[in-house]
């Protein structure tokens, strides 16, 4: 007989560990998550692993950023495994139009009660001494946000999942959706056929792929940025916040006795990131402008990574139309390990009760991208 399951997860990201351990606490256990690879070797692994309320830039994100956060308050009590926090901070800082819009941002947080402050180049320089100040115009401070570990994330939801009746399928690739009568009835992978008639793609980067086998376009723009981390560099104390400048979109913060930093939103060739050399060398050379210490550190590692993004920066979240059983949950961009909570939350309850609860999500339905008859 061939295997069944009540729901079959495509992809173990973050998303799609969220998404599995969120329907086992609804009461859904009868789930088979298959992953090519290992848990986590797509994105998520490349991330620069903050968690910032900073980050949201429509207020539905920003409010939905703040259950996440809450929630990861809550994630060693609630499933067990620690995620190696550390509330550090979030500075921004930016000059020209990049200060304008950074202006409105952090006003729009601070109406959210997001707690935002607003610096003089003066109050960056006092809180962040190594920055160049200089060329700045404005410095916002979050002071909730802070770096954490997304694989103590990820494996935290696979095994407490697992242990709740969830089945982890690694190194197991999902090659087609078999459909008939306008619905899912079951998933083709590289060891066989499984039945099912509700299928997650969770599949990150490789999202419009599992779309195409049903012959829809998931329009998902993949775009590659950069990290560079640095070999010990004592200069920079490593409870210091995490920086970003935004009038060039180059970030960094301490990491490992060194500082990883970041940069680049290059259009991505495949949902496979190979190095982008000529990004590094813009990252070094920021580096040295915006902390002149910098130039003492050695260069100890470099990867890019894909990130899912989508024309107007929400997810794609829900049904498909047309198709029954073919559930979205990709496109989370720059913010996929920040909003893993309620990426799976939100699918559970779709699931479990035909609509969402906890956020109205009418605004992130694959539709929108559909033009009117
Ligand atoms: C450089 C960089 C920095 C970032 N920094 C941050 C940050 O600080 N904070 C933050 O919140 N976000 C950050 N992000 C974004 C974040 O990493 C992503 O939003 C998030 O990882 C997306 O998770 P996902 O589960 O959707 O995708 P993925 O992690 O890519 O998971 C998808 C999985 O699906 C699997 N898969 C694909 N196709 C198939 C198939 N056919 N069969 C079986 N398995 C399949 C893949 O192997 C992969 O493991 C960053 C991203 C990059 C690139």
Redesign the pocket.
Known sequence: MEPTAEIVI?????????TAYHLAKAGITDVTV???????????????????MQ?GRDPLLARMAQYSYGRYMDFEAELGSPIDFRKTGWISVAAGEAAANLRRHAEGLQSLGIPTELLTPDEVKYRYPELNTGDIELGTFGPDDG?FD?HMIMWGYVKKAAGMGVTFRQG????GLRIEAGRVTGVE?GSGFIGTSTVVN??????A??GRWAGVEIPLTN?????VMTGPLPDIPADRPFVEDETVEWYFRPETGGVLM?M?NVPAKS?E?ALDSEMVNKIVDHAVHRVPVLEKASLLTA??????LTADGRPIFGRLPGLDGLLL????????????PA?GQLMAELVRDGRTSTFDTDGLLFSRFVEPH
């Open positions: 495509i992809g173990a990201g973050v998303i799609g560990c969220s298959f992953e090519m690879d290992q848990v986590g070797a797509g994105t998520s692994s490349k991330s620069a692993s903050m968690l910032s980050f770096p997304p197991e690739k999902a090659t992978t969770a599949a990150g980067p490789w999202a792929e599992i775009r590659t940025r950069t990290i970041g680049g949902p990131a990867w890019s990574g894909v990130r899912p949950n990709c496109g989370w961009g720059g913010m996929g390990i920040i909003q893993a990426a």
